[in-house]
């Protein structure tokens, strides 16, 4: 089975730092499109930062020079380091796994970590 799992979500104050993990298992990982989505209370999820099976990286306006997307493979594990957060930030953070194989689009999505950032 596919899992996601997301951890190192905390409770920090605003310009502190963070990174969070995402372990997955049951997928080639290596071959997958991995991306970080937050949602704020009370409001939609919106893609956060995303990183291609090549490695190619993708940031929300919101967070560029702030956070940093990276991937090890070997590890099957893709982080997401959050640098002088703002309490903006506050969200549950989901991990996705996105991937097309033959035409078909695979898409598979962990629990969620929570982080707040506030005083």
């Known amino acids: 089975q596919v899992q996601l799992v997301e951890s190192g979500g905390d409770s920090v104050q605003p310009g502190g730092s963070l990174r969070l993990s995402c372990a997955a298992s049951g997928i080639i990982f290596s071959s997958y499109a991995m991306g970080w989505y937050r949602q704020p209370p009370g409001k939609q999820r919106e893609l956060v930062a995303s990183i291609t099976s090549r490695t190619t990286t993708n940031y929300a306006n919101s967070v560029k020079g702030r956070f940093t997307i990276s991937r090890d493979n070997a590890a099957n594990t893709v982080y997401l380091y959050m640098n002088s957060l703002k309490p903006e930030d506050t969200a549950v953070y989901y991990c996705?796994?996105?991937?097309?194989?033959?035409?078909?689009?695979?898409?598979?999505w962990g629990q969620g970590t929570t982080v707040t950032v506030s005083s």
């Open positions: 996705r796994a996105q991937n097309t194989i033959a035409g078909v689009f695979y898409e598979y």
